[in-house]
């Protein structure tokens, strides 16, 4: 069983710029969350896809925006970065988007905005 | 809204000793799930234990234990036989449904094994 994996591991971009990130979610798993986790805070979540569908979304502003590919994968893209922007971005699945199911995460993806 | 306060920024245990992280809460839905997650140095988060609001019975996997006072809203890591390898960022977290089903972190807790 394969895990959460997430692309790139590091990533440098500076202010304007546009990010993808990647994530495969657990075998299995037909949901997935991003969190961003800014440096020394606990992760806050951005949106949540279930079944290709947006199915909750945190208080981040539009130019954060995701996708969900029919194999269950998903992208986080963000538009127009800034500096605040710089932070570990997590991606975690699960099985169903319901609240007792558990969310395994992926290692992150740094991001470094300059 | 949900909330997760973690009022201890940094612990410190000895080398198999015990330790107890806190962690409040607020919800105003009657079925949610907390959590405890740790995060190492190589930042995957890892889920160390669950306990539904549901069950009064407290958690327990292995070493690791919650003290669960719903009344309170009060929701405790308790580490037994502190491990070199425990050392890491605890994070609690809160998953009430709703319309979506994300996780509301605290702010951490910074533990440190000392041998």
């Known amino acids: 069983e394969t895990g959460v994996t997430q692309s790139p591991t590091h990533l440098i971009k500076t202010r304007g710029q546009q990010v993808t990130l990647r994530c495969s979610s657990q075998?299995?798993?037909?949901?997935v969350s991003w969190y961003q986790q800014a440096l020394g805070q606990g992760p806050q979540f951005i949106f949540q896809y279930y079944r290709e569908e947006e199915n909750g979304r945190g208080n981040f502003p539009p130019r954060f925006s995701g996708l969900q590919f029919p194999n269950y994968s998903s992208e986080l893209n963000v538009n127009a970065l800034e500096l605040d922007d710089s932070a570990l971005y997590l991606c975690?699945?699960?099985?169903?988007?319901?609240?007792?199911?558990?969310?395994?995460f992926g290692a992150g993806t740094r991001l470094s905005v300059l | 809204a949900q909330t997760v306060t973690q009022s201890q920024p940094e612990m410190s245990v000895q080398e198999a000793e015990t330790v107890t992280l806190s962690c409040t809460y607020d919800t105003s839905e009657s079925d949610y799930y907390l959590f405890w997650y740790k995060q190492p140095p190589s930042r995957q988060m890892i889920l160390v234990i669950r306990?539904?609001?549901?069950?009064?019975q407290n958690a327990t996997e292995n070493r690791f234990s919650v003290n669960f006072q719903k009344a309170a809203k009060s929701f405790s890591l308790k580490i037994s036989d502190s491990q070199l390898g425990d050392a890491a960022m605890y994070f609690c977290?809160?998953?009430?449904?709703?319309?979506?089903?994300?996780?509301?972190f605290g702010k951490g807790t910074l533990l440190t094994v000392n041998p």
């Open positions: 977290a809160l998953n009430s449904g709703g319309s979506n089903y994300k996780l509301t």
């Open positions: 306990q539904e609001a549901y069950k009064q």
């Open positions: 075998s299995g798993h037909n949901t």
């Open positions: 975690a699945s699960s099985l169903g988007g319901v609240s007792k199911n558990i969310q395994y």
